[in-house]
């Protein structure tokens, strides 16, 4: 129930926010100088529609609309088994797959409804071009709920390949084992000596 709350609100907080960046016509609202602003992707021959996948890739490409659509609609049905099977007590993996089925979706409904994607969020990092792209508040979930997937399988999920905390707790198991075994002998220790102590007034009261 939570994931789908989850899935539901960024999905309306993207459709929402494409809709209004595209119905204000906005362009150059900065959020950080020469890095980030809001700004319409601005594209006449498209309609001013991104007609590829994320980030503008592959947008000049005839066949990419209907090769993205068949794609996601893959994806989202992998991922949606995957959030089903994956263990409840892997929350931060089951999130990474709900903020990637946000994003996939957000993009599909554009594509289907539109022909293209809605961008409006600009990143531009100096001249280099690999840093100068249009995106949405989907891409950014896409990318966020990736990052999220390999942190999970490489440090966070109990099984991670190389767990932060993995060889703390098998010291803490080691102590405790040890702690374990060490009160379990000193039982016998006390009451060896309470039977010399016994022993010890009878040979007294002998003499």
Known sequence: MVYALIFFALLFVDQISKALAYAFDIENITIIPNILSLEKLRNPATGDLNTGMAYGLG?????????????????????????????????????????????????????IVLGGVRDFIHVSIGDLSLFNYYCNVADVAITVGAIMFILALLFVDDD????????????????????????????????????????????????
């Open 59 to 111: 947008s000049d490409q005839p066949w990419a609309l209907p090769v993205f659509i068949a794609l996601t609609c893959v994806a989202l049905l992998i991922f949606l088994i995957a959030l089903v099977k994956i263990s409840k007590r892997k929350r931060f993996l089951r999130v990474s797959l709900v903020l990637i089925m946000v994003g996939a979706a957000g993009n599909l409904i554009d594509r």
């Open 160 to 207: 991670a390949l190389f767990r932060f905390h993995k060889k703390k707790e098998e010291q803490v198991t080691e102590n405790a084992s040890a702690e374990l075994a060490a009160g379990a002998k000193e039982p016998d220790n006390d009451l060896g000596a309470e039977i010399s102590g016994v022993g010890q007034e009878h040979t007294d009261k002998r003499e």
